[in-house]
């Protein structure tokens, strides 16, 4: 098959599909991301054939960081960004797709490529790294928090799908008045329509983390998340290799693509938690501006894989995004997690309730003395085993191949259904 797989986002947003990526190129398959433009080195790097996309989602991860845990100023800010690109976004997902035989597609794209897939006349198949369109009573919407009554969780799922949709129509209004576009008849991918099934949802997270709802109807599958495997062959700098030879394991801290107005607060917090319990440190500094000089206990450094650097420290602190709570539990180490935005207290909170870690810190709300006592409670033993086992159960999964075989079996199925 030909395949394009239409993603937007941060590096988070990104990364687990060039796994995937290469997990269905093995089995035969031609695969088109498409990604925003900063990614291209990345993704052709593996050797991917790549197709930017417009805008800069650094700028973004800005907007949301101010926006916090307002979600009408999330939405706001989203919107804001989406009308600004969407007409060339909309120009380039439809050449990525002019030879697809399917279109796989995240949360930024789920209404315009569901779409495109119908004017095409071939199926499309949603993967999400949170849960968005999964309406449950297990837990609330990801940016909202537990309200303990299954009937009040799962409203805030189908009224946060209704806001999707409004938005999406809206949105698609103004880009096509501002971009000159045809309009169209826009389509919910997970509606039920007698002419063709709701698009498959594959969640790329592990069971083990996050496991499937009972509610949730036959198309929605949990297959783990999507990892490469460990590249053993990677050299780290030798002032890594110096700094990790030189005493105890380190803590690892890394906010990833966070762009926090609050950085120098935040690094400082940091600095001082990690100095009074005697802890060495690691700070990726990511997109932020985190980059301060080094000291005895203390490297800073732009990136490292996770993969080879985690399983080398002794707990990670990190904003909760998909990615590195992912990375972090895959590592089999303590979580600390201080949300920023979005659906990362969420993450933060299923870490406690599988024991890898302690009670979410929201960053606004973040001080040495609570960050202290976090990597206290994250360095006790019963913690530390906790995340040892569930860093063991993530590593016996194999979501990559279980998402390829899902994609293959549900693809012929969808190909009857021609609208």
Not at 125 to 146: A, C, E, K, R, S
Not at 212 to 236: A, I, L, N
């Amino acid at each position: 098959m030909n395949i394009t797989i239409l993603t937007y986002g941060s590096r988070g947003d990104v990364q687990p599909f060039l796994p995937l990526s290469l997990g269905l190129m093995v089995r035969g398959h031609s695969v088109k991301l498409a990604a925003p433009s900063r990614f291209k080195t990345l993704v052709e790097g593996y050797g991917i054939q790549f197709v930017p996309l417009a805008g800069e989602p650094e700028e973004l991860s800005r907007q949301m960081n101010n926006a916090g845990f307002n979600p009408v100023a999330m939405i706001r800010d989203f919107m804001q960004h989406a009308i600004e690109i969407g007409a060339d976004v909309i120009r380039q997902v439809e050449e990525a797709s002019k030879d697809a035989d399917l279109i796989i597609h995240t949360f930024a794209h789920a209404v315009g490529a569901h779409t495109l897939a119908r004017e095409m006349h071939i199926p499309d198949i949603h993967i999400q790294t949170f849960p968005m369109f999964t309406p449950t009573g297990d837990y609330p919407n990801v940016t909202l928090p537990d309200f303990k009554l299954r009937i009040l969780n799962r409203f805030t799922h189908l009224i946060s799908q209704k806001i999707a949709w409004w938005i999406s129509v809206f949105g698609y209004e103004q880009v096509c008045r501002r971009g000159g576009l045809a309009r169209r008849k826009l389509y919910f991918p997970f509606d039920k329509d007698p002419l063709r099934p709701p698009t498959p949802i594959l969640c790329a997270w592990s069971p083990s983390i996050l496991p499937p709802s009972k509610e949730w109807p036959s198309q929605v599958h949990v297959t783990g998340y999507y990892f490469f495997d460990t590249d053993h062959t990677y050299q780290p700098p030798a002032e890594l290799q110096n700094f990790l030879d030189a005493g105890e394991s380190p803590i690892c801290v890394s906010f990833g693509s966070m762009v926090n107005r609050d950085v120098e607060r935040i690094d400082k917090v940091v600095r001082d938690a990690l100095a009074q319990t005697n802890n060495r440190g690691i700070i990726l500094s990511g997109w932020s501006t985190m980059k301060n000089n080094a000291f005895d206990n203390l490297l800073y450094l732009d990136a490292v894989p996770h993969d080879w650097l985690l399983p080398r420290c002794k707990m990670i602190i990190h904003h909760g995004g998909a990615g590195t709570t992912s990375a972090g539990l895959r590592a089999g180490i303590p979580n600390v997690v201080v949300p920023f935005t979005a659906d990362q207290p969420f993450w933060g909170r299923r870490v406690r309730a599988v024991g890898a870690g302690p009670k979410p810190i929201l960053v606004k709300k973040l001080s040495v003395v609570n960050l202290m006592h976090a990597i206290a409670e994250a360095g006790d033993h019963v913690v530390r085993k906790s995340a040892q086992d569930i860093g063991q159960r993530i590593g016996s999964e194999d979501g990559v191949m279980q998402a390829v075989k899902l994609i293959e079996s549900h693809t012929p199925l969808l190909r009857n259904f021609k609208v």
